[in-house]
């Protein structure tokens, strides 16, 4: 038995603090028992944090800029890693991704999210 089976579920998202396996760690390193649900919680945690960022700031921001915020308060993490939460934060309807873009790093233009307002503080 897993040590962490108490906090897991693969029958749809968040029921009674329990993490969806299916939804926050894109399993593309084909990670079995203990280290796919261990790179899943620690997902799930990014994607906590970075929700977190954004309703806190009220700002709206690339990638980039919630990577520079988020290592203000965390541990790096690559921008790959940013930018699944953010999208599944935008599939979960709690970020918004504007039409908005504006230069980023590399020279290149980067579309801006926000938090879904529509969810409150």
């Not at 953010?86 to 970020?95: A, G, I, V, Y």
Request: hydrophobic residues 30%; charged residues 25%.
């Amino acid at each position: 038995m897993s040590k962490y089976n108490s906090q897991l579920t693969t029958n749809g998202p968040f029921i009674s603090n329990k993490i969806d396996m299916t939804t926050h760690f894109h399993n593309t390193i084909r990670a079995t028992g203990d280290n796919l649900i261990a790179h899943t919680i620690t997902c799930k945690s990014q994607e906590d944090r970075i929700l977190a960022i954004f309703k806190e700031s009220g700002k709206s921001m690339t990638p980039f800029e919630v990577e520079e915020e988020y290592t203000k308060l965390y541990p790096k993490v690559p921008i790959t890693s940013i930018r699944r939460a953010m999208s599944n934060l935008t599939k979960d309807n709690k970020l918004v991704k504007t039409n908005t873009m504006k230069q980023g790093w590399y020279d290149k233009p980067n579309f801006i999210w926000e938090f879904n307002k529509s969810l409150g503080r």
